[in-house]
């Protein structure tokens, strides 16, 4: 009987390996065919069945697809091979609760199958469901007592207790799972270090130091690689300063060059020893390392900075000594410049001076002269970087003239780097030793703008020319091109970038959110789009986790679970939903796509969605080189948080707006436009203003910015408030509710409303910046859009109520008739007033579509320069076209009022 089934699994296989090698060569309909072929014979085969519903589903017919498998778990199979293919239809249809229901139905068939409750237990990871997972856990090591299933158990009842309020957790779950761990202690059954890690983790979460102590001391710390470090930070936390001061000992005997173990040693010794015996201690490291390690000078550094304001350290040489030495040492290497960032604040602007002086002629490059090495040429450029971190670069230390003479100095020092290592003789993803010479000129051409921002473009090609792989020229040359309003040049440099995975989360601020106010309103839709598509099947698909829980990695687990909700709650991820929603609403062409469209996206109105505290800002903002100028109060430079809040601000903007448009679709909007318009306007009105204050300094709402991170938040806020967009439509959604059409102040208001008009086209023939004209353009577009959208949606709500009235009294008819008239009146004269701004958008942009750009560029033969003038023009043209193409779809919409 065994025989004869293991001949029907072996034919089944067979016939079905056909169906497998199509779908995974991504041919559908061949794998369609076949599985009909298969079906013909064994109408009944439940494996053939759901592959056939996976390649509908791939094939876009869900709705057959969904017919299958309903069909198919209605007859509740157990195989494993089916529940495979069916858990992998349901996880590209994002149902994960479905793989759940179908190995539950399994399970309480089989019970005693091995295999079905580890894959329960999985599609419980999936869900997050923690009191399920650790219920199937225990089944597991009931019908298999593995220890790996009794600490899926305990990670189950662990992430309970992380998600519990903190009463919760202390008072029942941890207790809960340290017993469980001491049972298996006890028994003598624990011997895995992951199973150690757990269980000191489960002490940690409940304050249990001493305890944790204890097991480091222990035989269980044998498992543990990394038990003498966790041991050396709990005595530092415990404050047995004496026994962590040898522990760090230990530990920096076994490794010289680990900086955090000086760092804690440094804080516990300090504690109880004077600053002089530290310092004799890293002397010895210094010379029994034998070597050129980097750690123990900096240990150096740390000790002078902890030490007490005016306590002398004997025989401790002076600051400016200990740093020259300091680049002596190590002063080719990349890492030099961020090492003495962190300390040279210590020093007086006196001795800032005294410092680079001494590394100046240690480096050996007179004033007029060129580096003769690659190693010359790097410490030569960490001795730039220093002196523009000293604020030799910038007023007062040096004006524009000595600016301009800066860059041509480092151009030069390029073009000599460039010569000692040509580009033939480097590998494409080798950098240029020299690139950096640009990077410098670059922030300074930034800095001074307005006719030299084409130079930096060209320096920056050039250099990109040379090292195709050095992102920090990429990066620099997106926020060169984005200043300068060529979002198109911005977008194919960003593309070089290949930013991947969660690199779309963290660099995604770079130039996603400039796409549409800068007009290239498809390329926006697709990048948005994908950068939706991204957090959804991240969130969606935890795949990470399930490995994790496979593989014992216990510590991970919670790490991931961390990720996870840092996505779901990533700042970057709602924001791009949101602009994406309003996006698509700017293509409706009828008051029938509107209405539909707003269903599909179910915006909630009467709940908000978005929960603005809880959301992160997830931008890697270290990730753009600066070397600014450091400060004596410690100002953040890039303004984090500043822009942070500009951030949120917009995002509540948008939302809000948003939601104005779905309360029109709704048959009783009047409370809820009342809400909205209220929330708008004191936005608008009093939050707004106050944060845009710290970036509009000196009265000056549109200069340059001269922070190297981009500042969409900030230019786009700017714009929606100064255009008084949101002003204006707070004001047509509140005259709404009282009137129910636009009355007159309301369409006097649209009529001077500054966002519905263009401003006048850059002067051509000298190097100028786009951004702000096309800031405005594209506000002028979207802003059309978004009334335009509004007022046809009002107006079709009304339609109903004129239609019930025709079946009243005669004088009751002539009441509605007069009313009736002066409402479609007031929808035609806001329709035509709309109509006449459209209008006046298109002429605009088409006149501007014949703008040549000028650039300043010496030689437009050049390669390069021909290049930059070929993306900037395209770019230009491309955000013209889009902005059209919005406004003809915003003609279709308004010539459904008028009628």
Known sequence: MACKTDMDNTVNERRLRPIYDWLDNGNNKKALQEADKVLKKQPSNQCARVLKALALLRLGKENECQVIMDKVRSEVPCEDSTLQVMSICYRERHQPDKISEVYEAAAKVDPNNEELLIHLFMSYVRLGDYKKQQNTALALYKLKPKNPYYFWAVMSVVMQAIHADEKLAKGVALPLAERMVLKLIKEGKMKAGQEVQLYLMILELQGKNEEMLNVLSGHLASYLSSAAQRKAALLLKLEHFPEAVNAYIELINENFDNWAYYQE??????????????????????????????????????????????????????????????????????????????YIHLLTSAGKLQLLQKIEEDVGVKAEGFPTTVQQIQRHIHLEQLRRICGFHHSPNADINKQKQLVERLCKLYEKGNELCPVQDRLPTDYCPADSYILLATHLLHELWCNTNDRAMELLERGLLSSPANFHIKILLIRIYLEAGLVGAADHIFMLLDVKHIQLDSLGYLHVPLLAPLGHLSLASITLDHATKFFIAYYKDVYYLTFAYKYGSFIKIQEFVELKERLENSFHFVMTTVDKMLLELGWCSSSTSLISTLDNMDIQLTEDSVRLNSLRDNRDLEVVHGWEPLTENGEDLRMQEETRVCMLRLLAVRNLILKILAACATSDSSSLLSRFSNELKQLNNEQIPLILGKFDSEGKKNKPCKMLVPMDAVERLREAHYSEQLKTIAHLAESLVQSRYPDFECIQMLRASPCLQTIDIPEKRVPVSFKHFLLRASTCSESLAIISAICTLCATQLQPKTLQKKNKKKCNKQITSVSSNDNDHNWKEVAVLLEERVQNLDTVLTEFEKYQLHTGLSNKEDHVCATIIKYGQDSLGQSCRWLKSRAQITLKLLSSLKS
């Open 265 to 342: 040693y440094l804080l516990a010794a300090l504690k109880f020893q004077k600053p002089i015996e530290c310092s004799n201690f890293l002397n010895k490291c210094i010379i029994a390392s034998g070597k050129k390690v980097r750690a123990p000078y900096l240990a150096k550094f740390e000790l002078l900075k902890l030490t007490k304001s005016g306590e002398v350290i004997e025989n401790v040489i002076e600051p400016v000594d200990l740093m020259y030495q300091y680049f002596s040492q190590f002063g080719e290497k990349g890492c030099v410049v961020g090492d003495l960032r962190l």
